[in-house]
């Protein structure tokens, strides 16, 4: 990476411009990831900062995110055998069920994906 320098005063500042384009919206998985690595890696937040990619990592990971845990509570409502019929005779014991395996799903993903 090659970095220009502007003098001013008789001191070089780097002339540094951020990257033009439109940034994806951030959504609940990327901003975890934001906050983890303003918190915990501040220097690798910071490179990819000045890189230009902090935006596409972010994006990146959310829908990494999104469709690891959508796919873990498909095989988990599989395996718990959580179905159709029981949505339908039973929605409210359902609707428990699948908050309880989406919740499980996002802990695995975090820990797995965005606390690394």
Known sequence: MSTDYTNVNGYLVP???L??????PLGKYGAMRARFLDE????????????GT?????????SEAH???SALVRRLAEQRVVSEDLKR???LEWAAQMQALQA???EIVCCELIYI
Request: net charge negative; glycine share 6%.
């Open 40 to 51: 915990h890696r501040p220097f690798e937040r910071d490179q990819m900062l000045l890189d």
């Open 89 to 91: 005779h039973h929605p």
């Open 15 to 17: 002339s540094f411009a």
């Open 54 to 62: 902090l935006a596409q990592h972010l994006a990146g990971v959310d």
């Open 67 to 69: 469709n690891q845990v």
């Open 104 to 106: 499980q799903a996002e």
């Open 19 to 24: 990257p033009t384009g439109s940034t994806p």
